[in-house]
Structures are given as C-alpha cells and as structure tokens.
C-alpha cells in the first residue's frame, strides 16, 4: 500500500510540474515574439513636399486657341531661275581672272580674259570682206560710168551691182562673228575679254588661270541673283496634308535663331525619296542678306484648324534632361512634377503648352527657384 500511495504522489506532482511548465511556456513566447514588420513605402520622386508653399507663387494655366504646328528642316538653295551662266562662243586658253568664287560681282564688270584663234581667224576673214566690198564698191561706180556712155549692157551693170551688194552682206556677217565672240571689229585684238551679263554673287566657278575654255562648253562662272532664295525641306508623306503651296511658313536660321523670315510654298515634289518617303517642299524667301547658300534652317508651317492648347508663364517650365517639366499644385504641402510638351513663345513671356496640364490647373510661377530649393 505504501508503494502504490508513494507512486500515486509521484505521478500527481509530475502532472502538476509539466501542466504548470506549459502555462509558463505560452507567457515566454508571447513576450519573446518579435514586433510586427512596418513597411515604410519609397516617395514618388516627382512629389516634393514642403513646408511652407506660400514661398513660392503660383500661375494659373490659362486657354490659349492655336493652329496646328508642322515643324521640318530644310536647306537654303539658289533660286534656278536667278542664275545667269556666263558663256562664251571662243574657244581658247585663260590669260586673265578678275573674279572668284563667292565673290559679289556687277553687271558689265570684267571677269576673265581669253586668248583664242576662234578671235584671230574672225578678223582675218572680216578684213577680207572689208577688202572685196572695196573692189567691188569701185567696180560697181565704174560700171555705172561706163553704162552712162553705152560701153556696157543695162545687165551687166546689175551683175557688178549683185556683187557688191554680197561683198556689203559679207561684211555685215564677218562684223557680227566677231560681236558675238566677243570683240570689236574696229578694235583687231586676240583676247576676248569676257564681262558679267548681271548682278549678283558668283556660285559656281569652271576656270583657273592657264585653263583652256571650249565654245559652248562647261559655263566659266555661274552668277546668281541671291536677293531671293529657295528654302528645300524634306516633309514626310503623312504630314503632307499639313501643307499646301501658297501657305506661307516662317523660317529659321540655325546660324541666327532669333530672327524669324516669312517665306511662301511655291511648290511641293510630285515624287517621293524611296528610302526616306519625304516630299521636297520648296519655299521662296526674300533674303536679307543674312541667308547664305547651304545654311540650315528649321520651317514652321501652321494648319488651318484651331485647336485649343495651354498658356503659362515661361517661368514655369523646368528645362530637364532634354524635357521640359512644371509643378503642379498636389495638396497637403506638396507639388508634383509633371511633364510637359512645349509649343511656341507667346508674347508679354507666355510659353504655350501643347500637352501635360489643362487650363485652370496651377503651377509653381517660377519652377528653377523650387528646383533649387529642393537640391539644397
């Protein structure tokens, strides 16, 4: 009997120790558990908070009624139908240059002096005419002596009359070879001095000095007249609906960017580059002086529809890796960087915004200081 009480004891106090073990247990990992994870969200890059907004002073995004833009580029070229070849019907060899590529020339001035045989053998036969219209003018005024007194027949009298009339046309002939080659009758000399036919600047040069000249061959000089020029600019076919020949566009110059040329489409290529699908659209422009053959420059054409777009201030936009950004009002403190797609230069400093915020939304008025502020 005391062997079983002793074991009974002994298994009630073993019971007791593993219940009362279990209960401390669960207090343990309760209290050893650790904290709950809090996740901490990254900031949008392009929300800036601050704390006091009223240091910056905003703009309101106002209406702004456009036509639609086209934008190309294009090349300045010499109006075809202003230049002048200069020509010359002798053949021979270059004695003398007066003028050079590029330079501006006036009309009757002396360019380059040509020694030519085509010259030489025109006064050998001019001389000649002129010595058998001499006999024959002397022919002839005896033959009408003679014809007075009965010596000759009424018909050979016409005969001598026929001869020296053909001695005059031959005269009259060799003279004008000579004009046109470029010389004076009066004046026997081997060299033809040749002169500018017009005004203008010379772009294309043929000749060096010592150099040989063919009659009707390559042009010596070309001279243009520069006072009107063509701007050529590629346009790719979808945008095609966006011109049309008459509209008028405004010119570019990458050399002066500040100044602004009207210009009129004069044509637009009937066939299409088959690698690029570009047309060539031409347009006229009155020169200044400034343009200069080969310049580049940007064309601005305007369609006739309107559209609305958006005006703020120039102020407002951020010009930032190669984009242009505004920020717009976001609540609580705080601005977003929103971006935007620029359009024209307004006056009184308005720029107008084509895409990225609507009319009536604000904006910080001067986007570089806020910029500045949160880089500091």
């Known amino acids: 009997m005391k062997y079983t009480e002793s074991r009974v004891l002994a298994l009630t106090f073993a019971a007791t120790l593993v219940l009362g073990g279990c209960g401390n247990g669960k207090v343990d990992l309760a209290s050893e558990?650790?904290?709950?994870?809090?996740?901490?969200?990254?900031q949008d890059?392009?929300?800036?908070?601050?704390?006091?907004p009223e240091q910056f002073p905003l703009a309101t995004a106002a209406a702004h009624n456009s036509r639609a833009e086209l934008v190309v580029t294009g090349v300045v070229a010499a109006d075809v139908s202003r230049n002048v070849p200069v020509i010359t019907l002798a053949s021979g060899r270059v004695v003398d240059i007066h003028a050079r590529l590029g330079d501006t020339v006036q009309k009757g001035q002396l360019l380059l002096r040509v020694r030519s045989a085509d010259v030489s053998g025109g006064y050998s036969d001019y001389r000649k005419a002129v010595a058998d219209e001499t006999l024959e003018r002397t022919q002839l005024e005896r033959a009408k002596d003679l014809c007075a007194h009965g010596a000759i027949s009424v018909s050979d009298l016409q005969i001598?009359?026929?001869?020296?009339?053909?001695?005059?046309?031959?005269?009259?002939?060799?003279?004008e070879s000579l004009r046109l080659l470029g010389s004076d009758?009066?004046?026997?000399?081997?060299?033809?001095?040749?002169?500018?036919?017009?005004?203008?600047?010379?772009?294309?040069?043929?000749?060096?000095?010592a150099a040989g000249v063919q009659a009707l061959g390559p042009n010596p000089f070309t001279i243009s007249d520069l006072s009107q020029v063509w701007v050529?600019?590629?346009v790719y076919e979808n945008d095609l609906a966006n011109v049309r020949v008459g509209d008028t566009g405004e010119i570019r110059l990458n050399a002066y960017p500040g100044q602004v040329f009207e210009g009129r489409i004069s044509n637009i290529g009937s066939i299409l580059d088959p690698n690029l699908h570009t047309a060539k659209v031409r347009i006229e422009v009155r020169n200044p002086g400034l343009m200069r053959l080969g310049m580049f420059v940007t064309a601005t054409f305007r369609g006739q529809k309107q559209e609305m777009h958006t005006e703020i201030p120039a102020?407002?936009?951020?010009?930032?890796?190669?984009?242009?950004?505004v920020f717009v009002v976001g609540g609580d403190n705080k601005f977003r960087r929103a971006e935007i797609t620029s359009g024209i230069t307004l006056p009184g400093n308005m720029q107008e915004v084509i895409s990225g915020i609507k009319p009536g939304e604000q904006v910080v008025q001067n986007a570089l200081v806020l910029q500045n502020t949160v880089e500091q």
């Open 33 to 42: 558990a650790p904290p709950p994870a809090q996740v901490e969200h990254e």
């Open 45 to 52: 890059g392009s929300v800036i908070q601050v704390d006091h």
């Open 160 to 175: 001598a009359q026929d001869t020296e009339g053909k001695a005059k046309v031959d005269v009259e002939t060799t003279a």
């Open 185 to 209: 009758p009066d004046k026997p000399n081997g060299v033809v001095d040749i002169y500018a036919p017009v005004s203008g600047v010379i772009t294309d040069q043929q000749v060096t000095n």
């Open 232 to 234: 050529v600019c590629d």
């Open 315 to 325: 102020t407002a936009i951020l010009h930032l890796h190669d984009r242009d950004w």
